[in-house]
């Protein structure tokens, strides 16, 4: 796995003893919970058409990754709205 240098400094700082890690409170681990638990929170349900082309093609790679197609469909779109899909045109 490659590190940034700021990853590394820690990394070092936390090898050599420079840095510890300190035990997280009750509160803190309640607040990670409830982020992580948002995070993967699916709550909006939406209906779409396609080609059935499209939808051929999605099934086929769903399958292929060993996936249900809905979470196919669901991480394209996630995936694009945080940037890491962009078109081809630009």
Known sequence: MKYDPEEKEIIEAYDTGKMTLS?????????????AS????????????LYEHDFIGIQK?????GVPYQTLISGIIH???????TSKNG
């Open 79 to 85: 995936r694009y709205i945080e940037g890491d899909l």
């Open 61 to 65: 790679k769903a399958l292929q990754m």
């Open 23 to 35: 035990k997280a409170s009750r509160e803190e681990l309640e607040a990670i919970k409830a982020a």
């Open 38 to 49: 948002n995070t993967f929170k699916k709550d909006k349900r939406v209906t779409i058409r």
